[in-house]
């Protein structure tokens, strides 16, 4: 059963920018979508897939490229994006538990720089309360 | 024949056959460069703002009463005003992208008079470009605008880059900017033009990653048929940055 308070946060997060259409509160290491925010009904099909698609921008091979030869880092890239013309989706990962990350999907336009900014905030709540 | 004198030939060619094609219909309102106003109207006008690159006023105007003014350099809106009112500095692609889009949906065709200007102060980061417009375009308007080319995407993205590798084309990588990051962006394209691609994603859009140990920067992948492009940045340019790129493919 999902928590109500979860949902709430996950639902402000969204409607705060119009242009969101997604927030998903997953854990990455087991691709598993603890509760999910949609402007329209989505299948669970759809949020599995979208999890999964979170979980290769941050820990797949190419991010893993990027952390060690362009962060020199032996640590994963914190957030990840891809983007075209019509459609942006952005993974937020949490730095204090960073198996768990949101997974947001917007329109072209949404002010992403704001939108990673709230995203951290409600996942370091979600995060703590976990 | 050689390649030069094959190139004077066709220019010789076409401009015998423009002096034999009736002359472009010209008023004081300038030439006629949409017939109609609306999505097709707003293509037209925004394609001449991407063609402008000296210092100019380009008046639009189209019809009895709508008339938008903008002063463009280097395909930048420096300032714009209607016929209501002065001419304001262009802030905010929202703004622009508002007044554009209420002339064209006024206009029932559209003319433009180009007036060269004299030396118009501009910095790089002033004004307001098409990839800024972009995301405040109604959806009808965004699919008749022109894609972004990336020779305009690059230059923008100048502003703002920490260091640059362009892998498109022959000859290797060519590389701008910080010399220590460029060399990991080398290594990033080295990496994967070594294997098959992109391993994690076979059709990709373009994609950004933010990290580091310390102070966080991002890396953008680019990725165009022509080949790659990464670019280093810092985050607080992410969203110039995606608005930049998202109209290139």
């Known amino acids: 059963m999902i928590n109500t308070a979860v949902q709430d946060r996950l639902d402000r997060l969204r409607t705060r920018f119009p242009g969101c259409r997604v927030v998903a509160f997953a854990d990455l290491s087991t691709s598993t979508v603890f509760a999910a925010s949609t402007r329209e009904k989505m299948a669970q099909e759809r949020l599995d897939a979208l999890c999964d698609t979170a979980r290769t921008s941050l820990c797949g091979t190419l991010a893993q490229s990027v952390a060690q030869n362009a962060f020199q880092s032996s640590d994963e890239p914190m957030h990840a994006l891809s983007f075209d013309a019509g459609s942006l989706t952005c993974v937020i990962r949490s730095p204090a538990s960073p198996a768990e990350a949101l997974c947001c999907v917007c329109d072209p336009g949404t002010a992403v720089a704001e939108m990673i900014a709230q995203g951290a905030v409600v996942l370091a709540d979600l995060c703590e309360e976990a | ?249």
């Open chain 2, 1 to 249: 024949m050689t390649d030069g004198v094959a190139e004077d030939a066709v220019r010789l060619r076409d401009v015998l056959k423009s002096l034999g094609e009736a002359p472009e219909e010209t008023t004081d309102k300038g030439c006629k460069i949409a017939d109609e106003g609306g999505a097709v109207g707003l293509a037209s006008l925004l394609r001449e703002i991407e063609e402008t690159v000296l210092p100019r006023q380009l008046t639009f105007t189209g019809g009895a009463d709508a008339q938008v003014t903008a002063v463009v350099v280097e395909r930048r809106i420096l300032r714009i005003g209607t016929q209501d009112g002065e001419m304001k500095a262009a802030e905010t692609g929202e703004q622009v992208a508002a007044m554009l889009e209420t002339f064209c949906a006024a206009a029932s065709a559209v003319r433009v008079r180009r007036d060269l200007l004299e030396a118009e102060p501009t910095s790089a980061a002033a004004g307001v470009s098409l990839s800024d417009l972009s995301p405040f375009l109604s959806d009808t308007a965004d699919r008749s605008a022109p894609q972004i080319p990336v020779e305009i995407a690059l230059a923008e993205s100048e502003r703002y880059v920490l260091a640059l590798c362009d892998a498109r084309g022959e000859g290797g990588p060519r590389l701008k900017g910080k010399d220590a990051i460029g060399a990991h962006l080398q290594r990033l394209e080295d990496n994967l033009s070594g294997g098959a691609g992109d391993p994690d994603n076979p059709a990709p859009a373009h994609r950004i990653w933010i990290g580091g140990p310390s102070d966080p920067f991002a890396i953008l992948l680019v990725t165009l048929p022509q080949g790659r492009i990464w670019l280093a940045f810092e985050p607080e340019h992410l969203d110039t940055c995606i608005a930049c790129w998202s109209g290139v493919d």
